[in-house]
């Protein structure tokens, strides 16, 4: 159980900057300014401390640091899978941010997206690979600009190219531009994209660590973990772990949208109280309405009521218990006023366009949720659909390449499932509208 | 023979090629490339691109056809896209969507058309200023039904886009050849 319920009372969000350090200073994407709050320290600390691979690993994994882009994975982990030796290997940072209420990963970079390269540095350091590339995507025309605009001062500084300051370290650095597709989100399906092709996920195992870009070792990371790692190596994973809880170490860039007084992107320690965050740290619902439901972690995540709210906290563990997750931090907030089933069918909306159409199950099951959850909308339901579309979403999922089918029979369990009589009020309507009892 | 491509685009294209580990990893920011100066990409240009730099048809056309940002019939010159997605429907995307389509359909009614198309997308990825919407490549926040007819009102006093004019001018000389 996660035991930080009330260790935050009292203090305030800006006590607990790790990457928002940044935040409010003057031409922050500047690497005079990065350089300034100790940027390209730990780069430096590493190469010409001549630390080991291992000991470089050993660092993250002690930090206790997961994957930010959702799925949680211990990272230091994932880089030790990479195999040990000679040949070719890829890093790959997944910035291609499209979870529905996520937007954390564009602020690192409005930030400053040196974070992002002396982390991407030293990741290529640990897992011994001398190209790497940033995958954005299309439509972020401001982030591309600021992220090849810092790679081309880290190479003029000398941190990027054949001889990373001056200690025989190479690496290359390029940044990969998608053209709309929610599905290269997924790892394998970027690698599938960055290969020139559709962005179709790959099958797993094999996987990336051990075959991924053009058939390499490649790992896939996204921007919020490699960017919090120069921290984690200047300040120890001892300091890292001050933050959050015991199994959900650190702080996270938690993005709040929906109807609220003061939406952003807020860097809290894992494990702060969620009801907290929402009406103190971001106002509160605007006008004062009432609560009614959160999405936690991003339009994959199952939504939880405004009862459940009351006592979550945010890490892995708890939102995992109430049968939802973390995701990537996108806390979305229903307000009284909006029907949950108008919900469920815009989000099916956005399942139905983005399944790449690889396996049957995802491809024709999108379609299904949301021809049956407009078909509700439309006065053409009936009593027992919302347990047929929980059905359908059951079915969907363990059955396909990728997660992306699970993701979307999350919210097609959930909200039938705890907002059932709001699905009964719709089949009410019809039989009203149609004279008949 | 003359090129199908620009010289400008065609030096941009020659180095995409031999950017990446692979030729074919060059296709998506090429076809980026061809789109930013053309403003679409004609299926001439696909053939272009087999017969100038060797990238077959059918590779090109699984790109072209699984991405939605890159434009497959010629576009108005702007395009107002407002994101649709979960956090910016629950702050009004529905209803700014549906008046800059009415707004310009009366336009084009009342004999004054708009260099403007609307349409809906799918997740911009700026959550917190919704609804959120893009004309062309400048990103706008809180975009409500006024922001959206104002921000149509003030691009369709501007000058046209450098690729919105190469696009008449290609369509124009192609009715004229036929």
């Given at each position: ?16 900057k790790?990457l928002t ?7 922050s994407?500047?690497?005079?300014v990065y ?5 390209y ?5 590493i ?5 080991s691979?291992e000991e ?6 002690a ?21 040990k ?12 941010e499209g979870?529905?209420g996520?937007?954390?990963d ?9 974070m992002?390269?002396e ?5 290529a ?16 025309y ?5 992220c ?14 054949d ?17 709309g597709?929610y ?7 970027l ?39 120069p921290w984690?190596i ?10 959050g ?7 996270k ?16 320690p894992?494990g ?56 990537s931090?996108?806390v ?7 029907s949950?089933?108008?919900v ?24 299904w949720?949301l021809k ?8 053409e ?9 929980a059905?359908v ?32 009020e ?5 039989s ?6 | ?37 053309n ?12 017969a100038?730099?060797?990238?077959s ?15 497959k ?9 407002v994101c649709?997605?979960i956090?910016c ?28 198309e609307?349409?809906?997308v799918?997740c ?10 893009l ?9 409500t ?5 104002k ?10 886009p ?13 009715a004229?050849?036929k």
């Open positions: 159980m996660p035991v930080m319920n009330s260790a935050y009372n009292g203090r305030q969000p800006n006590e607990f790790v350090e940044l935040e409010g200073i003057p031409n994407r500047s690497l005079e350089k300034k709050h100790g940027g320290a730990a780069l430096e600390k190469l010409k401390g001549k630390m691979q470089v690993i050993n660092i993250v994994k930090s206790g640091l997961r994957g930010r882009g959702g799925a949680g994975f211990p990272t230091g982990m994932k880089w030790g899978f990479v195999p030796g000679e040949g070719e290997k890829y890093l790959i940072t997944n910035f291609d979870e529905p996520t937007y954390k564009r602020y690192i970079a409005e930030l400053n997206a040196h992002l390269i982390g991407k540095l030293i990741a350091y640990a897992i011994g690979a001398s190209k790497s590339y940033i995958y954005l995507r299309g439509e972020f401001d982030e591309i600009a600021w090849e605009q810092a790679i081309k001062e880290a190479y003029a500084a000398g941190y990027l190219g001889n990373v300051m001056g200690t025989g370290f190479k690496h290359h650095m390029d940044v990969y531009i998608g053209a597709a599905i290269c989100g997924e790892e394998t399906g690698i599938s994209s960055l290969e020139g092709k559709k962005g179709q996920p790959k099958l797993k195992p094999p996987f990336p660590a051990v075959k991924g870009y053009l058939g390499k070792p490649t790992i896939v990371n996204n921007v919020e973990t490699l960017a919090v790692v984690i200047r300040n120890g994973a001892e300091a890292y772990k001050k933050f809880t015991e199994k959900s170490a650190g702080t860039l938690f993005n709040i949208s929906g109807p609220v007084v003061r939406p952003g992107c807020y860097e809290l894992l702060y109280p969620l009801k907290r965050f929402i009406y103190e740290d971001c106002g509160g619902l605007i006008g004062g309405k009432k609560l009614k439901a959160v999405i936690p972690g991003g339009a994959s995540a199952p939504v939880l009521t405004a009862a459940e709210v009351e006592t979550m906290t945010m890490d892995y563990e708890a939102f995992a218990a109430a049968g939802s997750m973390l995701g931090g996108a979305i907030v229903i307000p009284e006023d909006v949950m089933v108008e469920l069918e815009n989000l099916m909306h956005f399942f139905k366009d983005e399944s790449c159409g690889q396996c049957t199950p995802c491809r024709e099951g999108t379609g949720l049956m959850s407009r078909g509700i909308l439309q006065g339901g009936q009593p027992g659909d919302e347990k047929k579309i059905e979403a059951g079915k969907m999922m363990g059955r396909t390449i990728c997660t992306f089918s699970d993701a979307a029979a999350g919210p097609a369990r959930s909200i039938p499932q705890k907002f059932a009589h709001e699905f009964l719709y089949y009410k309507k019809k009203s509208a149609h004279g008949q009892g | 023979m003359a090129s199908f491509f620009s010289t400008q685009l065609n030096e941009q294209i020659k180095g995409f090629l031999g950017r990446y580990e692979t030729k074919r990893s060059s296709i998506l920011p090429i076809l980026h490339a061809i789109q930013d100066e403003d679409w990409i004609s299926p001439e240009a696909v053939q272009a691109l087999e100038e730099h060797g990238l048809v059918i590779d090109v056309n699984e790109v072209l056809s699984f991405y939605t940002m890159y434009r019939a010629p576009p108005k010159p702007y395009r107002l896209e649709g997605s956090s429907w629950l702050n009004g995307a529905d209803k700014t969507i549906s008046e800059a389509k009415q707004y310009i359909a009366q336009a084009e009614k009342s004999g004054k058309p708009i260099p403007f609307c349409h809906k799918e911009l990825g700026v959550c917190g200023y919704a609804p959120v919407a004309v062309n490549k400048d990103r706008h926040l809180n975009v039904p006024e922001l959206a007819r921000l149509m009102d003030e691009y369709s006093k501007k000058e046209l450098a690729a919105a004019k190469k696009c008449a001018a290609d369509l124009a000389a192609r004229a050849h």
